[in-house]
């Protein structure tokens, strides 16, 4: 069974850092790699996702890698703001037939003003 | 605009009741899901549809049971014998495999037991 580890669960940095979130995985059969941001209390939101043959995706200030032989994601927030705090989940996609999604546990990021 | 619609936002379960929790999607996605969240966890599967009047079993099936008799209806009906059914509860819909496409998601509805 697939697993899918984000490490720290929180995470809090002043206004204006760049960061990195990480995000590893164990199945090597991987299809695609999402990630998702969630307000308290609110569903997902689809920022990123990268198909298994790309190395990475931009979007704004997000910038999302997947090293598929390490089995790593990173998501890369740069110049942080007080409305980026959240919490940001990965989650992958298998190869199998339901190419089901993988969740992790997500990481709560607070950014300070 | 279009988007996923869960309802109601919070619902209150008595002991040996079953409740049913709706999900309407207006974005013509041929999959929807239903997924369970707990406290500090990532969301787990509870069922999946790949298209109307055929549904699968995810991870944690066993309590559940739901219906998809209309493209943009996917209702999640928790029964009596889900005994820990406290959680949040998010439907998604996607344009066809979850894993092609990235998923969108309602704002939860909100499940405890009185």
């Known amino acids: 069974k697939q697993e899918v580890t984000q490490i720290p669960a929180a995470l809090s940095v002043p206004e204006g850092e760049n960061l990195v979130l990480n995000c590893s995985f164990t199945d090597s059969a991987i299809y695609n790699l999402q990630w998702f941001r969630q307000d308290p209390g609110k569903g997902l939101t689809s920022l990123l996702l990268?198909?298994?043959?790309?190395r990475e995706q931009t979007s704004g200030r997000l910038n999302a890698s997947l090293d598929k032989s390490s089995g790593r994601s990173t998501l890369y927030i740069a110049a942080s703001q007080p409305g980026d705090s959240a919490t940001y989940l990965c989650?992958?996609?298998?190869?199998?037939?339901?190419?089901?999604?993988?969740f992790g546990s997500g990481t709560q990021l607070t950014v300070l003003p | 605009d279009g988007g996923i619609t869960q309802s109601p936002k919070y619902l209150f379960r008595k002991e040996g009741q079953n409740v049913t929790l709706s999900c309407e999607q207006n974005?013509?996605?041929?999959?929807m899901y239903w997924y369970r969240q707990d406290p500090g966890q990532g969301l787990r599967l509870i069922y999946y549809s790949q298209i109307v009047n055929d549904f699968q079993k995810g991870d944690i099936a066993e309590g559940y049971s739901v219906s998809r008799e209309k493209k943009e209806s996917f209702p999640l009906t928790v029964t009596s014998a889900q005994k820990n059914p406290t959680a949040f509860y998010l439907c998604?819909?996607?344009?066809?495999?979850?894993?092609?496409?990235?998923?969108?998601f309602g704002d939860g509805t909100r499940l405890s037991i009185l």
């Open positions: 974005l013509n996605h041929d999959a």
């Open positions: 998604a819909s996607s344009i066809g495999l979850q894993g092609a496409q990235p998923q969108h």
């Open positions: 990268i198909q298994s043959s790309q």
């Open positions: 989650a992958e996609g298998s190869s199998g037939s339901a190419r089901q999604l993988t």
